[in-house]
């Protein structure tokens, strides 16, 4: 009775989703046929499931309030995306945390963060400083995402373009346009970590499609449009997070083709495009924002802690999103975007962004030979960006070494905290640019040892 509670809860069963029959539970709970008979009666006494003569039993209880607590066993908390993210934010500074997702303080462009700080607090009009901005958001930041995606071969019009808090605001708006609770989605397995816990907000059916060194499985990514009839797939293109994977142009093509057959919208995150060594394809620029949504923010380039993202889609969405926009969170913030924008704008930006790309592309040498000898083995080399994606010598479970490492004050990134369908047990996501300590090191060489076999 506590599996399908706990199942209920966490949203892996939604109102009119099908139990597993007497039989089937009784082989997969390895308990007697009488306990799942009782446990059945007192779940539909209680209205939470309801049978129905002949065709078995169905969930019947309205979902209770999302619970997103800390789980309550460690090896859990180490896979719940909720808690990685936590740990992440919480961290001292000073912590070791090759698993966390974006760079440290001293890579960010101090300097112009503060001179756009002085520019804006000196020259700003009043509004400026204290208004709400417009409903679509800062047009200055609109038009810059319209030419930068005219660079990607992507036309689109600023006003095709609103502004979010960030691109986890950006997908989540996405989300309460387009899903409705039992919906199906498909993401990369693996995939970023929070995709999964704001799909599980929204009461989603997730499926995983596994992500090879080109894009996902053009097999699997059809099997799955045809058999879960998903209403969204969520992607990185340019860089993929957290394999650092480079979607090709045929795959992407393929991709589209499925799209269109089975009626998917397809959610591309381009968040990562400035670490980019060499433009890669873009289901935007193939599809032209047909089915396409393309979102995005500048927190991994500029900075975390003024909040900026963006949503570019087809034009008769556009009233639609900005109407959900204003009913959730009224309007954006004119300062933030307006700091963002002078940074972008920058003389100096550019410059910062290929000194970044430089020094990633040097730190990834020395992270992938290092790992090598160590036994750790990359899945995919990537040729840009902050992520290496490794797995662990043969016998070893991500979980355990996450979970002995954090006794020793290093906060690492387990593979099945990206993974839907939960196969990427023996995987550790790294990120390049926070291996630079030794003990990180000393640490992953008695890998064995952290895990505790």
Known sequence: MGLVRHRIERRLLTPGARLPSIRAMTDGAGVSKSTVVEAYDRLHAEGVIRSRPGAGFYVAAPLAPLSLDVPSSEPARMVDPVCMLRASLEQDPAALSPGCGWLPAAWMPEELVRRALRAVARDGAPDALFDYDTPLGHAPIRAFVARRMAEQDVGVSPAQILTAD????????????????????????????????????????????????????????ARVAESGR??????????????????????????????????????????????????????????????????????????????????????????????????????????????????????????????????????????????????????????????????????????????GALAHGVILAPGNLFSANGTAADCLRFNVARMENEAVYRLLADVRGVAGV
């Not at 650092?244 to 589209?256: E, I, K, M």
């Not at 393309?294 to 909040?307: H, L, N, P, Q, Y």
């Not at 962004?353 to 040097?362: E, G, N, P």
């Not at 090598?372 to 992520?387: C, I, M, N, W």
């Open 230 to 403: 998903p209403r969204l797939y969520i992607t990185n293109s340019a860089i993929h997070n957290p394999t650092g994977a480079v979607l090709s142009p045929v795959v992407a093509h393929r991709v589209l083709r499925l799209a269109e057959a089975h009626d998917i919208i397809v959610v591309e995150d381009d968040i990562f495009a400035d670490f980019e060594a060499a433009p890669a394809a873009r289901l935007a620029t193939f599809d032209g924002l047909e089915r396409v949504v393309r979102i995005g923010s500048f927190s991994k380039t500029v900075s975390a802690s003024f909040r900026c993202g963006y949503i570019a889609v087809r034009p008769d969405w556009v009233e639609g999103l900005v109407d959900l926009r204003v009913a959730s969170g009224i309007a954006s913030g004119r300062l933030a975007a307006g700091i963002c924008h002078a940074v972008l704008t920058d003389s100096g930006y550019r410059r910062h962004v290929a000194q970044m790309r430089t020094r990633l592309d040097q730190c990834r040498v020395r992270v992938l030979d290092r790992l090598k000898r160590l036994g750790l083995t990359p899945v995919v080399e990537p040729a840009s960006g902050p992520f290496v994606w490794c797995r662990l010598p043969a016998g070893l479970d991500a979980t355990r070494v996450a979970r």
């Open 166 to 221: 960030s691109g986890s605001h950006a997908l989540d708006l996405i989300c309460r346009f387009l899903l409705r609770p039992g919906d199906t989605v498909m993401v990369d397995d693996p995939c970023y970590f929070n995709f999964l816990a704001l799909l599980r907000a929204h009461q989603v059916r997730v499926v995983g499609v596994p992500y090879l060194a080109d894009g996902p499985d053009i097999a699997a990514f």
